[in-house]
Every structure is written in structure tokens, then in C-alpha cells.
């Protein structure tokens, strides 16, 4: 019925019947391409990211309420404060970016970032003040979990393994493997969502597009396994650095790291964040 009334308003308008017979045609080709084009491989990496996250902050909270049980409070402590500021920080980014208030106060218990998954996978429309499009909210979510909370608590959790041997347990191995795979498949994952995004393809065609469909999954596997790999080798060395010299000297060595990889960048002049309005100085450093 809904075609029938369609063809006549076109016809009313000025339109023959088969002109407006082609423009619906042409339109419902259009939504089926788009239909076509839903990517349910990437929704079920979403779900799949949103599960494994709160896995490892579960497996996070038991093995911090362990700490507290075996009165390691030092380590309990930065656990906890690690912890807090993760969601402390996912909550000023959805007040910043103009996100409502109850995303705001889900942010504070940890909520957050399975709700941005939610959004992204079932295409809901962007808040009417939210600033950025669903994907990229997703993106800051995920990046934020990763930088503020999964690198921190395997630092913590990897001290804590080589220097209480007596108070290892099984709980504390699941929980760092779980860190360790969560920011591999969050960092894999989100660089390959980058190059397929629709966007990002239409505006920049000659940055994103590259990695073939047909090879999605060989990609995601193999950068997930590198990226998880590359994290435990990076943490575990940090880890020893610090408990065999001082938390000074190894923060020392890592910000030399950091500026030797900054003036390599700046020597070809590839330093700055690549997106219009984020590519200022202070953002890109």
C-alpha cells in the first residue's frame, strides 16, 4: 500500500507512472544495498569485545577483594584507584561530548561501554546533542577502558604476581590473560573498523579501504595475536623493570621511549592526529 501511495505522490507531482515507477525502484535497490551491507561479522565482534571487557573487570573486582582479604593494601589500593579513574573518565567523555545524563551517571558503575556497544551494533540514532556519531563515541569508549583501566591493572596485577609469590593464585593468571587479550582485541578490532568504516571510506577513499573483505578475519585473528603478544611482552619487561630498580627509573626509561618515537615521527612529519578539528598540537602530542 505504502509503494501504491508512493507512486501516485510522485505522479501527482508532475512525474509519469513509469518515471515514478523507476524512482521507487531505484530507491528500494538503494535500501537493499544497504541492507546488504550490514556487517554482521562486526556485530558479533562487538558483543564480543562488550562480554570480554566485563570479564575483565569482574575478573578485576575478585582479584582486588582478594587483595583486600590477604591485607595487601598497597596493591588493592592502586587496583582500586586504577578502577576508579577509568570510570571516572568515561563519564566526563559522555558530559564532554553532550551524551545525556543517565550515559553519564552509567559511566561511574562501569556501564558505559556496553551501551555505546548496544548503540553502534543496532544503528540507534546519535543522542540530539551528542557531538560524534555512534562509532566514534564506541571508539573513545573502548580506547578509554583500554589505556585507563587494562594496561594499568596488568601492570598492577603482573607487580603484584613477581613480588607476592605467596599469595598467587589461580584467579590472578585468568585475570591478566583476560587484560592482556582485551586490549589485543580491542586495539585489532578497532583499527579494522577504522579502514571498513562507511564513512571514512566515502570522505577519505585513498586512507581507508585497503584490507579486502575476504580477508577481515585472517587480519583481526593475526593483529589481535600480535597486539596481545606485543602487551605482555611490553607489560611483563615494565613489570620486571620496576621491581628489580624503582618505579622512577622505569617511568624514565619509558617517557625517552616516548619522546625518541615522538622526534622519529616529527623527522618525517607524521606526528599529528589525522582528523579535522582533533589535529592541534596539544590533542596530537
Known sequence: EKTKDFVNNQTAKGLTQDEAENLKYEIMNVLAVEIKGVDHFKVMKTFGKALLSYFDIVTDVLVLLDLIAKQNTRMALIQGISLGVSFLIQSIASLAFGQPWWVILSGLVGMKPAIESWRDATRAKPFPKQKLNNEQMLLISRMTEVIFEAIPQSLVQTLAVLQYRDQRTALQFVSLFTSFLTTGFVVASADRE????????????????????????????????????????????????????????????????????????????????????????????
Request: contains cysteine; proline residues 2%.
Open 194 to 285: 577504522v579502514d571498513t568504516s562507511k564513512d571514512r571510506r566515502k570522505s577519505e577513499p585513498l586512507l581507508f579501504g585497503y584490507v579486502p573483505k575476504r580477508d577481515a578475519r585472517k587480519q583481526l585473528y593475526a593483529s589481535t595475536s600480535f597486539f596481545t603478544l606485543y602487551k605482555t611482552a611490553k607489560v611483563f619487561s615494565l613489570a620486571i623493570l620496576i621491581a628489580s630498580t624503582s618505579f622512577r627509573y622505569a617511568i624514565t626509561l619509558l617517557c625517552l621511549e616516548w619522546f625518541g618515537i615522538l622526534a622519529w615521527r616529527k623527522s618525517y612529519e607524521n606526528w599529528r592526529y589525522y582528523q579535522h578539528g582533533l589535529d592541534g598540537v596539544g590533542f596530537s602530542l
